[in-house]
């Protein structure tokens, strides 16, 4: 009642319609791009088109995303170990069907996560979402969808054209003039965690949606290296160095990419500091060995100052890793094509630049240095032949499937 009012009194209407789909939409070109190689090409101009629309065109309709709607109301918000908004984010959508997640600043940049947090209770920060997928491209992986920072008018952009009144009844003004809005249960229930404009201008981060599952499905699978989500459970690759070896004794780790890929997985998550891989996605369409998808990069970023070398720990434990990621990680330590400068040049681009602080950046080339390290230690121990994986023949598994087709 209070969203119809506000529009009357200012004499809004109904933004239009949106467009007919066109065959030549960033979005749609994105998605028509995804191979078994990654989300997209290494040189994609689709991706680049997709960036700038997302950065500016005008949003058409604002909504909470599936998996908070399915929670919404669904606990006790006593219940939640530190109910500081986590997770708060929204779904915008664009013409041409474009749609993407939206993530609002909660985090300065150059705050670092408190000593005494836990993984599982960060804050989710925006820049850590747009430098994921900056580092996720420069490392050749192409995993994480383009991401790319915006200033969000929190008025015009969600208010104004969200027509979810649960959304719309969050939003009030701020002692100080600013439009904020909180979620609901079991998130923020509170206006304390809210977010705020200046007075509506709000930083965020906006990353492209995936195609719709009943276009391409997925299947979300639990990593072997899960970490536990209690202050004094341990898992078992905490406590067994050997636990690789029942790993690789499992279908499908035992007979394709999938291991390889976890590894990429950590490395990659090491080098941001990420410990919240409990789960990882893949489509189905490309089988055992398709790619793994570097999803819900937020909890990166938020201490420079420490290295979490248990991420590492599909590396160590296993001792194998990809020629072609280990000779993209060894060039990224040369000095002429330094990790750190690199990422300095790449995040540039983004509207939202600097999008690190420069002990972020250095913590790069550290990390770096540790996977190095231990690739290292692992090839003096079982020689270069077993641990460097040559990735690029065919998988013994895809070869027999071939075999058993002709």
Known sequence: RRHKLYREELNLTSPAAPLPLRPEASWLQFHL??????????????????????RGLATVSADYSQDEKALLGACDCSQIVKPSGVHLKLVLRFQDFGKAMFKPMRQRREEETPEDFFYFVDFQRHNAEIAAFHLDRILDFRRVPPTVGRLINVTKDILEVTKNEVLQSVFFVSPASNVCFFAKCPYMCKTEYAVCGNPHLLEGSLSAFLPSLNLAPRLSIPNPWIRSYSFDGKEEWEVNPLYCNTVREIYPYSNSNRLLNIVDMAIFDFLIGNEGGHHYEMFTKFGDDGFLLHLDNARGFGRHSHDEL???APLSQCCIIKRTTWLRLRLLAEPEYRLSDVMRESLLQDPLAPVLTEPHLLALDRRLQLILDAVGKCIDTFGEATVVANDTAQPQSAQHRAKAGT
Request: hydrophobic letters at 40%; charged letters at 25%; aromatic letters at 4%.
């Open 310 to 312: 248990s991420i590492l």
């Open 33 to 54: 791009g995804i191979s078994r190689d990654g989300l997209y090409p290494r040189s994609s101009a689709a991706v680049s088109r997709l960036l700038r629309d997302m």
